[in-house]
């Protein structure tokens, strides 16, 4: 069983920016596409970001298309959410996932997930 641990959640003022890192345990990292949700406080959880294995196609939430990235080091066992120009309605805990595709990732066909970690945007 595949551990995911994210981590570079906290408290930032509108138009800020974060970086979230997911570090998975195992070997089996680099054969698995990856991704980033979100579950805000009363809402459904929600596709961010996916990422393919080989990092060569990358997917986004068209509310975050242009402000945030997705990206990997299969070396390191690490994927990434670069956030840029954050908004108050970002505001969510973040959970990085594992699927087989990012296109299962879309459809929340996740097979491992982590514990999650906090992002506020302050107004």
């Known amino acids: 069983q595949v551990q995911l641990v994210e981590s570079g959640g906290g408290l930032v003022q509108a138009g800020g920016s974060l970086r979230l890192s997911c570090a998975a345990s195992?070997?089996?990292?680099?054969?698995?596409?990856m991704g980033w949700f979100r579950q805000a406080p009363g809402k459904e959880r929600e596709f961010v970001a996916g990422i393919t294995w080989n990092g060569a196609g990358t997917n986004y939430l068209d509310s975050v298309k242009g402000r945030f990235f997705i990206s990997r080091d299969n070396a390191k066992n690490t994927v990434y959410l670069q956030m840029n120009s954050l908004k108050p309605e970002d505001t969510a805990v973040y959970y990085c996932a594992r699927s087989i595709t990012v296109s299962s990732l879309k459809t929340h066909r996740v097979d491992s997930w982590g514990q999650g970690t906090q992002v506020t945007v302050s107004s």
């Open positions: 195992g070997r089996t990292f680099s054969s698995y596409a």
